[in-house]
């Protein structure tokens, strides 16, 4: 059989490409085999809750979702070792769930934990520094800080332009959150064309029916009412 490390990174990817319930099923197996494990790795058990909890979230389920996130917190104790690219997983997952209850004190403070350690161990543009700014720039965004929110989420756009393919679930997220930040700026036809950019990715990663493909048909149906 596949050993665990292996598995893990492939729910990753399926996570990262909104592949839900693969990554839930293999996240679950990885997990069993963890915990039948009398060698325990502190960063596989992290990252199996990382993926069940966003699963969760994605699920609608926030309350299974913090279960699994401090699950994950919970791990640190006693790991003075723990690699702190760990860590900043973990925070940015409770900001992620702070943000779906509109708990965004919370939220901030934990996206703010997360972007300081990435800020020290990653280069300008890495995928996940890009998504701390995405992160950050949706909270300023949801605050009705759109200057503030602009300089985030524009910086979150040209780390994923300049260091992804043009089809990549990231950037299509990317170009969601611009449409929304235009709209919410009243610039409707720069808003239309960043829905537009985000639906053409989508489609080209995902069925008909998928959530986050159906999230962009219902952002350009805004247009037409």
């Given at each position: ?10 729910a ?5 490409e ?8 293999l ?15 502190p ?9 069940l ?21 919970t ?80 910086s ?24 929304d930040?235009?709209?919410?700026q ?6 239309f ?6 639906k ?26």
């Amino acid at each position: 059989p596949p050993n665990t490390d292996s598995v893990l990174v492939q729910a990753d990817q399926a996570l990262r490409e909104a592949n839900f319930a693969l990554a839930e099923q293999l996240a679950t197996n990885a997990l069993a085999h963890l915990q039948a494990n009398s060698q325990q790795d502190p960063s596989q058990f992290i990252l199996v809750y990382h993926i069940l909890g966003n699963v969760a979230l994605e699920q609608s389920a926030p309350d299974s979702a913090l279960v699994w996130f401090q699950k994950g917190l919970t791990v640190t104790n006693g790991q003075p070792d723990l690699d702190e690219l760990d860590m900043a997983k973990i925070y940015n997952d409770l900001g992620n769930y702070h943000m779906n209850m509109r708990a965004f004190e919370a939220a901030q403070n934990r996206y703010q934990q997360a972007l300081e350690i990435r800020k020290k161990n990653y280069d300008w543009g890495h995928p996940e520094l890009a998504n701390s700014h995405s992160n950050i720039g949706n909270y300023y965004l949801a605050m009705g800080q759109d200057q503030v929110a602009d300089k985030w989420l524009t910086s979150a756009l040209r780390m994923r332009r300049q260091e992804l393919p043009a089809i990549h679930p990231d950037l299509a997220s990317s170009y969601y959150n611009m449409a929304d930040l235009r709209f919410y700026q009243n610039d409707f036809k720069a808003s239309f064309e960043y829905a537009e950019k985000a639906k053409d990715v989508r489609a080209q990663l995902y069925p008909n029916g998928h959530p986050s493909l159906g999230r962009s048909w219902l952002q350009i149906a805004r247009y037409h009412q």
